[in-house]
Nanobody, 124 residues
Framework: QVQLVESGGGLVQAGGSLRLSCAAS????????MGWFRQAPGKERAFVAA????????YYADSVKGRFTISRDNAKNTVYLQMNSLKPEDTAVYYC?????????????????WGQGTQVTVSS
């Protein structure tokens, strides 16, 4: 059974940084892609970033390019989202997701497994 557990959210001032972690367990993820999504109140879940576990190919939403970096640590089975230059509009619940196969997609319905989410709040 796949489990994804996010951590690292919190309250930060605009311009600050946070690093989110997603600890993955339950299977070997070498043929999986991992993604981060976010959902602000009253809005749909939106794509943030994704990478392939095997070769770390990456894909970013335009709104976070140059500010956010997705990475993984194979030894710890953990995916990270380093978020720099945070803005109030980055405020949302951030979700980690996993999908079978190594094609990177930006739509939530392509992902098979989800974490419970972690709140990120950026104050102005």
């Amino acid at each position: 059974q796949v489990q994804l557990v996010e951590s690292g959210g919190g309250l930060v001032q605009a311009g600050g940084s946070l690093r989110l972690s997603c600890a993955a367990s339950g299977r070997t993820f070498s043929s999986y892609a991992m993604g981060w999504f976010r959902q602000a109140p009253g809005k749909e879940r939106a794509f943030v970033a994704a990478l392939t576990w095997s070769d770390s190919s990456t894909y970013y939403a335009d709104s976070v390019k140059g500010r956010f970096t997705i990475s993984r640590d194979n030894a710890k089975n953990t995916v990270y989202l380093q978020m720099n230059s945070l803005k109030p509009e980055d405020t949302a619940v951030y979700y980690c997701a996993a999908k079978r196969g190594m094609i990177l997609y930006g739509t939530p319905d392509r992902y098979n497994y989800w974490g419970q989410g972690t709140q990120v709040t950026v104050s102005s």
